[in-house]
């Protein structure tokens, strides 16, 4: 009885953030190592698992875990419970394994079985968020709406995986819509990530700016156009509307403009007053990213063959669908949470609780100086080595495309042993004191 309390004691804040930190590194590294193994060798089996790896991986973890911080850090009565989110964190390696094995050897029923497992994990966490929250509480919230909606959305993205393999595994049945593919299940796994780093945005960037409430107003509005948008985006690929999917494309990248010029004036402002901070400047990077991707989107509709086709577009023009989504993954999802890293993680593990986050010196200066520095130069890495993988697309060079794709795996995986290293310095001051 005392080995079990002493273990469930041990089981702190700041030891599950740094476990969440190794594991989402680690995966996104992988991802990145297989896909440019796939380039190298001209594997369809590396070009086909490394999605999967992604998705299965980083996709489940940031929103069940990471998402949930956000949320706690808002109303404290959601209580974080460091068993559940270790055993979470578990489920998803496994589920990682398992959707690995199922694309190798060919098994869609594995896949399957693996999006129901995720569809379970994700309930369980919906049903402790929806039991301890009001519907009006988290509408009270403009952020807590962007975070809620990430999990709803990857409840139908893993959906979308459990569809999938049964799909594949009885071809001919009829039951599963023909728009249920490994393309839908992608995108509709990368929506709530989307999402998530709107809310953050929101919550630790704007919200505490001046002009407090017609910021509110407008984050509000951006709400509904950008949920709202997806969803009717993905409505119009299914119909194939091409006069619906440009109006609707067009009009989220007028936003994400918006949203990147006048987050570049409070970046501005930001470094003037205070200090340097690599986060913000991760996420400016991510929002730079998530326009081109938005500009490859636009040439991907006006290439559109049909929903479902292989390749959905031209031959010829399948340099514009990938750089659509390496530029989405790679740049804007991946660069912006490795900036919500190195918010959140230092936050929680330096106050081993969400009081730091919950607190307006969640973007104050809580790593030195060479750790900041270090962060500046993984960036500049992590965009270079993008900006190649997008060109390598354009100029179908797979050398290029496989280097890029090893360089910005290393510059992810680095957030780890740079966060390590601060820990380590503050660790050595402590005990000088």
Known sequence: ????????????????????????????????FLGAAGAWTGSLFLDTVHPYVF??????????????????????ELEI????????????????LLVFVAVAME???????VGLFLIIIVLSAAREIFSTLSIGKIWQEVSVRYYIFDVLFLLVANLGLFTLGLKET???????????????????????????VMGFLYAYVWRRSSGKEWIRKLFSIWFYIFVGGVLVFLVAILMGNYLGMMLVSHTLMLGVLALLVGFARYLYGFFARQFHHPALA?????????????????????????????????????????????????GWISLSFTGM??????????????????????????????????????????????????????????????????????????SRGNLAKASKSENRKKGNL
């Open 107 to 113: 098994w869609p029923l594995l896949k399957a079985a």
């Open 55 to 76: 998705f299965t991986g980083f996709g489940n973890l940031a929103i069940i875990i990471l998402n949930r911080y956000l949320i706690s850090a808002i109303y404290p």
């Open 1 to 32: 009885m005392q080995n079990a309390k002493h273990d469930r004691l041990a089981i702190e804040p700041g030891a599950i953030v740094r476990i969440y930190l190794s594991v989402s590194v680690f995966i996104i590294t992988a991802a990145a």
């Open 81 to 96: 419970d460091p068993e559940k989110q270790i055993r979470a964190i578990y489920g998803v390696l496994l589920s990682v």
């Open 341 to 414: 890293i190195y918010i959140v993680v230092p936050a929680i593990a330096k106050a081993n609780s969400l009081e730091l986050l919950r607190s307006e010196k969640a973007l104050s200066q809580l790593l030195d100086e060479k750790t900041l520095s270090r962060a500046f130069r993984q960036l500049t890495i992590a965009v270079v080595s993008a900006t190649a993988i997008l060109l390598a697309f354009y100029l179908h060079n797979d050398v290029l495309l496989a280097v890029g794709g090893v360089v910005y795996g290393l510059a992810v995986f680095y």
């Open 282 to 330: 991760f996420l400016l990077s991510g929002l730079a990213m998530l326009l081109a991707a938005s500009a490859f989107g636009i040439l991907n509709i006006f290439y559109f063959d049909h929903f479902g086709a292989r390749p959905p577009i031209p031959p010829d023009r399948m340099w514009i669908y990938h750089s659509h989504t390496h530029a989405a993954l790679l």
């Open 170 to 196: 009885f071809p001919e049945s009829g039951v599963i819509p023909f728009f249920v593919t490994q393309s839908t299940y992608f995108l509709g796994s990368s929506f709530p990530l989307s999402i998530s």
